[in-house]
């Protein structure tokens, strides 16, 4: 309501006076309160914070009528000489060409609170104002306003159709986060792998352009990232690295529709270039020999686990002897290794399924551990120590966790000493699933010894290499309803 004159005691006019200067020359007295730039300043009073020039006003003139606005007869807006305050219409001060930016100061008072928004009146309008909350990357507070004409049932009207569009997932609810700020925030929160997340950070980096990054995220649309992976397309990039980049936007867009920061994700409609399914192309049985054979030491072993098991790398090299019953002939893969980045080094994290599971070896291949145990534990004798437990770290002790990376530099090396350029350490373990199908053994069995969390998951990589076995059917049905 109002602040009326009898609230007013004289000290409150005393403080207000002190707090005031004067223009010897023009007669103006100015609220030290105000900036320098301009403006009035506020003044506390009866626990209130009232505007300096309507204090002023209202200790000297008393209060001011509805629909009239305090008027600066000497032409100085930031002047708060009682002499020079006069309250005019808001037609006579706009014919006087002074503005209303303030509406003193019933227009002032009759905000009021409908809901989670708020009116104002000014003049023959109504300002409606929606508090949505403070953004969550800047931390800024966020408002939404709207003028309508109109009684004050039709601007309540308004105002309750504008709060339910800022509950409902409004597109302009994240207008203060740029596209940057939101992939900062989400990969924050996503729950990735190390190697993930600095692959994902280095697609960031690369191929998000600086002018995308700064776009709000509401106003970017489905037209743009298409033109941002035709861009891509046109600079040689790949269509697995394009989707790489697609996925990364799809994900952080979605996390934002989650956080009612956008209505809709618009990469949900984006046309990334199709990923070409890569011919497989195992090597061939004499190839493989040739590279085992070669192999000496710890990578002997390696490399006639890597041929036997069809594991992949990481898995491999995360391998403990507590891993290993040499007894029962069988090795359980729990988790497996990866590099996570400057500063973090080797990280262990669990299977690609997140399952153990527990493979079959041979013979062979169970005494060509227990020889390399054995080594290790004379190595820790002879040092005096306790042996660790990576069976194919560097560390002739096996305390130190084994780099994938360096186990595939030195796997090159070989390979390109043999002349068998053409193989890749990935390609072992497309050599295992294309043996044992062609041999006949079941996809579920395959599929079991290679981690994949479905046999379908087999069928559709190495369905080529599943051999016919339509006559064997045929002839089966034949005997059977003979």
């Not at 070989?414 to 050599?431: A, N």
């Amino acid at each position: 309501m109002e602040l009326r004159r009898e609230d007013i005691s004289d000290r409150d006019v005393e403080r207000f006076v002190a707090r005031t200067s004067r223009d010897p020359n023009g007669g103006c007295w100015f609220f030290a309160g105000a900036p320098d730039g301009g403006g009035y300043g506020r003044f506390g009073c009866n626990g209130r914070q009232v505007m300096a020039h309507r204090f002023a006003y209202l200790v000297h003139h008393g209060p001011i009528d509805t629909g009239l606005v305090i008027d600066h007869t000497c032409g100085n807006r930031r002047c708060v000489n009682p002499a020079h305050l006069e309250a005019v219409t808001t037609a006579e001060n706009n014919r006087r060409g002074r503005s209303a930016r303030h509406p003193d100061p019933v227009a002032m008072l009759e905000r009021r609170r409908v809901g989670a928004g708020s009116l104002q009146r000014r003049g023959n309008r109504w300002r409606l104002v929606v508090d949505i909350g403070r953004d969550p990357v800047t931390g800024q507070r966020r408002q939404r306003t709207r003028m309508v004409a109109g009684s004050r049932a039709d601007a309540e009207k308004a105002l309750a159709l504008l709060v339910a569009g800022s509950t409902t997932g409004d597109p302009h609810l994240g207008k203060d986060s740029s596209l940057g700020d939101l992939l900062d925030a989400w990969m924050a929160v996503a729950r990735l792998s190390p190697a993930t997340a600095l692959d994902y950070r280095r697609a960031i980096s690369k191929h998000i352009p600086p002018h995308m990054k700064s776009m709000r995220v509401w106003k970017i649309t489905t037209h743009q990232l298409d033109q941002l992976y035709s861009a891509l397309q046109d600079k040689g990039l790949g269509p697995a690295r394009i989707r790489r980049v697609h996925n990364i936007l799809r994900r952080s867009l979605g996390q934002a529709v989650k956080w009612q920061w956008i209505a809709r994700n618009p990469a949900v409609d984006a046309s990334p270039p199709p990923l070409e399914q890569p011919s497989i192309t195992p090597p061939p049985v004499d190839d493989v020999r040739r590279w085992v054979d070669a192999c000496d030491g710890p990578m002997r072993v390696y490399a006639v686990l890597a041929a036997h098991l069809g594991a992949r790398r990481g898995e491999l090299c995360a391998l403990q002897w507590g891993d290993i019953d040499l007894d029962a002939g069988e090795i359980t893969i729990r988790r497996a290794l990866t590099e996570g980045g400057p500063g973090v080094g080797i990280v262990a994290k669990p299977t690609k399924t997140n399952r153990d599971r527990t493979v079959a070896i041979d013979g062979p291949t169970a005494a060509l551990l227990r020889a390399h145990r054995h080594q290790r534990l004379q190595d820790a004798l002879a040092a005096g120590a306790r042996p660790g437990p990576w069976v194919f770290s560097t560390d002739p002790l096996g305390h130190v966790a084994p780099r994938p990376d360096s186990m595939s530099r030195r796997f090159s090396r070989l390979r390109d000493e043999l002349g068998l350029g053409h193989v890749r350490p990935h390609d072992l373990r497309h050599f295992v699933a294309t043996q044992l199908l062609a041999a006949g053994v079941d996809p579920r069995t395959v599929s079991g010894r290679l981690g994949h969390s479905r046999t379908s998951t087999t069928l559709d990589i190495y369905a080529a290499f599943v051999p016919a076995r339509d006559r064997d059917a045929a002839d089966l049905l034949g005997r059977l309803l003979g």
